[in-house]
């Protein structure tokens, strides 16, 4: 059975603590974890920014079904004025003859009337829906630039981090913390209403 190694272990990890820490260990410890943490605020920045994003597209679908909808409206509303043209020319036909007009001429054209206004109402109706719909959209869009705003400053901030590990440059490291407290400004103005 071989025997167990003459090197105190002990001494040894003590030592390579040393030198780490000499060589700016704990600094570089802490550019680690700042950066971590700057890189889980980016991915839920990323997640956020995606999310209000396909919200929005998601709204102005249904705006545009919605004026879609409303358009449609308009035209049938057209149609019944046009029916209703119709029938006040064929009225005024029987006057012009010195005749008196059946009396559903006259009923007919004001049913089309009356039909016009419940279509005109359905209309402004759609029409109101899809500007909420739109201006709902456009809202979340602004906070999507908000939240992508945040993650382009959080990457910038980690590339500093990364640069400021590998040359142990404190003035980066500063440098990655103001980019990534800028980033996280940007974070959270998206996050209020």
Known sequence: ????????????REAVKEEMEK???GFLRTIALTTAFL????????????????????LKTQATRLQAEASDQWSYYQAKGVKA????????SWLAA??????EHASIAARYVAEQEEIRKKA???????DERSAEADHLLHRHHGFAN??????????????????????????????????AVFFVLGLLP
């Open 1 to 12: 059975m071989p025997e167990e190694p003459e090197i105190e272990t002990e001494k040894l």
């Open 39 to 58: 890189a889980a605020l980016a991915a839920i920045a990323s997640l956020k920014a995606g999310g209000t994003v396909n919200e929005a597209i998601v």
């Open 85 to 92: 043209a119709v029938q006040e020319a064929a009225r005024a």
């Open 150 to 183: 945040a993650v382009a400053l959080f990457q910038v901030s980690i590339a500093l981090g990364a640069l400021a590990a590998l040359t142990r440059n404190r003035l980066l490291w500063i440098a990655s913390l103001v980019l990534g407290g800028a980033g």
């Open 124 to 130: 402004a109706e759609k029409e109101k829906e899809r």
């Open 23 to 25: 060589e700016g260990g």
């Open 98 to 103: 010195g005749k008196e007009p059946p009396a």
